[in-house]
């Protein structure tokens, strides 16, 4: 249809932007692209902000990658170390060896830093901890050239062209980075976004076609795409669901379900994934991509089409059968390098070394369960438990003990056990919330993080609708990307209390034994046998004086010499590769068709999602 109408240009935005990294990308030689990226090969792991286990890129790929650096050979134990620099307490932060915390402004600074200690300088940062940790890790980073990987969650196309720079000085292009095999889920450019609103707004375009994308609700500027889009002619959306931008177009012409459409998708460069209709559309749908063959001129429906279309690069019908049937193609590809080039980096360094921070900044995040909000109407992940704070059915401002301090917020025992809690208006320009606060360990002293994927418009449905506030408008473009942080944050106690369910509030065990046992490699390897050591330990503590068999000794089951079948149910977790994304729990949800109980219920403790 591009072809047919010349002046039709196609624009693409992310929700949450990876344009930094795009941009950084084309600057460094590597080509307007996102490389694949190998964690389970690399024995030292860096990370400046970027939650690759819980919403970072493509975590689930990333996590099955880290588990195998931590499975634990007992003959030869070894494992892949984990460094984690952040503003606010990720999932993925939670799992680190080891933890430093920053100002959100501050990443490119420790990024250039630790770019600097790998040259054999001195790391110039304000904080004596966090320079400590810069030195350790640039040392252990340099001590494995090749099998180390640094990489990065800002926006910032500056401090992605630093990141590339470490990542060429340690090696990781072609080993635990690679360029022969880009990936396709992140293609927005921020700039093109903007530019685009800046033309609905002087009455250039005609036509706005909207699919797959909900500007009014995501974008920093919502607000202004809204008003901009009355002044476009012709709005269609092709959405699914009468979602914030879809409700202000002037013609809907939903799309079926992907359950109910053909079509295929290219994870990455290597792969092509192939969709098929499980079941008839059962709603007056029509594939936005037959609206597109119409209007350019073919008579052809999108199926037909897409048929076709296979059929004659595959080279026969039988080999279009044979593709739907392994459900994708692929072809192999070989590790590659690409061509670093170090352009920019002198004016890199310098643009983010004069960003020092000051005051209080906000941070936006993702949660695991919403992500970015499209799919809030799902009342399983707005009832599934945080990872790091255990709420549910609510966003909430993330602040450290010392700004709780600040405020003048008690952390005493009602703190801990009741579910109401301080709520506080925070301020940025013209932007305006108030949002209950939880007080959390490990959190910059002087940073607020709010989830986005909160307060939906109630046209997306009642499970939404109503639940927590919008958090996209703190996010802000600064004429080349989108920042997901803001400083100048003004924020005060208003007195309110609102009431926070979450499933988990007391997190010590009171000096009593872990019922998980943790050690250190370090001390593994000096003790390999601790563990067992233990068991016996508590078989002698508790197993006197019976005949110390667990099995008939600890089970609510028949003796299991007297009972006349066998039970085969059972549970076996990994703890060294359980990362804590909560997906076990949806799945039990799904597969046994397990009730959501609501708000209300989650603050009585009849909480369904029981899995911790």
């Known amino acids: 249809i591009i072809s047919k109408y010349a002046g039709l240009r196609h624009v693409q935005y992310d929700s949450v932007s990876y344009s930094g990294m795009l941009l950084a990308n084309e600057a460094s030689g590597l080509g307007k692209k996102l490389p694949s990226y190998n964690f389970g090969a690399a024995k030292v792991i860096v990370s400046l902000g970027a939650d690759f286990l819980g919403t970072w890129l493509s975590p689930v790929e990333f996590a099955a990658g880290y588990a195998k650096g931590r499975k634990i050979d007992e003959k030869n134990p070894s494992m892949s170390k984990h460094y984690q620099f952040e503003a606010s307490l990720s999932m993925t932060g939670a799992n680190a060896d080891e933890r430093f915390t920053h100002r959100p402004s501050q990443t490119g600074i420790v990024a250039a830093a630790l770019l ?77 976004m903007n530019d685009l609103i800046a033309q609905m707004e002087s009455g250039a375009v005609g036509t706005l076609l909207i699919y797959g994308a909900n500007p009014v609700y995501t974008w920093a500027e919502g607000a ?46 290597t792969t092509t994934c192939f969709i098929q209709p499980t079941i008839y559309p059962l709603f007056k749908t029509r594939p936005f991509q037959t609206s597109l063959l119409k209007w350019s001129g073919q008579g052809t429906d ?36 690409g061509s670093y080039n170090s352009a920019g980096l002198t004016e890199a ?100 993080a709010v989830a986005v ?104 089951y028949p003796d299991p010499n007297e009972r006349t079948h066998e039970i085969h149910w059972g549970m076996s977790i990994d703890m060294n590769s359980c990362t804590g994304c909560s997906a076990c729990v949806v799945a039990c949800h799904a597969e046994n068709n397990v009730p959501v109980v609501g708000k209300r219920e989650v603050l009585r403790y009849h909480d369904m999602h029981w899995l911790r």
Not at 315 to 337: I, P
Not at 376 to 397: F, I, R
């Open 116 to 192: 600097g200690a790998l040259n054999g300088n001195a790391a110039s940062v304000p904080d004596a901890k966090l320079a400590a940790g810069i030195k350790k890790v640039a040392a252990d980073l340099a001590a494995h050239n090749g099998e180390a990987l640094v990489v990065c969650g800002s926006n910032d196309k500056n401090v992605q062209l630093i990141v590339n720079a470490i990542n060429d000085k340690i090696g990781a292009n072609g080993k635990t980075i690679d360029w022969s095999s880009t990936v396709n889920y992140r293609a927005g450019i921020d700039s093109e």
């Open 224 to 269: 202004r795409f809204s008003a901009a889009l009355k002044k476009v002619k012709l709005t269609v959306s092709f959405s699914a669901k009468l979602d914030e931008t879809t409700s202000l177009c002037e013609y809907v012409l939903p799309s079926p379900h992907f359950l109910e459409s053909w079509g295929d998708a290219a994870p990455n460069s």
């Open 302 to 337: 999108y199926d037909e089409y897409f048929k076709n279309y296979w059929t004659t690069k595959l080279g026969s019908e039988e080999a279009y059968f044979k593709a739907l049937q392994d459900g994708l193609t692929s072809k192999a590809s070989t590790a590659s390098a």
């Open 349 to 448: 360094i310098a643009a983010v070394s004069a960003n020092k921070g000051a005051g209080t900044e906000l941070v936006i995040y993702q949660k695991t369960s919403i992500g970015t909000g499209a799919q809030a109407g799902n009342p399983w992940l707005q009832e599934l438990p945080d990872p790091v704070t255990k709420a549910t059915w609510d966003n909430y401002a993330m602040i450290s003990i010392a700004k709780a301090t600040e405020l003048g917020i008690k952390l005493n025992s009602d703190y801990e056990y009741y579910p109401e809690k301080p709520v506080v208006e925070i301020t940025v320009g013209k932007n305006k919330v108030k949002l209950p606060v939880l007080v959390i360990p490990g959190m910059n002293a002087d940073t607020i």
């Open 453 to 556: 994927g909160y307060g939906r418009a109630e046209s997306i449905g009642v499970t939404a609708a109503g639940v927590g506030v919008n958090a996209y408008p703190f996010a802000s473009f600064n004429g080349t990307t989108v920042d997901h942080h803001v400083a100048g944050v003004t924020v005060t106690n208003t007195g309110e209390q609102y009431k926070i369910a979450q499933t988990q509030k007391h997190n010590s065990y009171e000096n009593r034994k872990e019922v998980v046992r943790e050690t250190t490699l370090a001390s593994f390897k000096k003790s390999p046998n601790v563990l067992p050591e233990w068991s016996k330990e508590l078989s002698r503590e508790y197993y006197q004086g019976t005949d110390s068999s667990f099995r008939s000794n600890a089970t609510l």
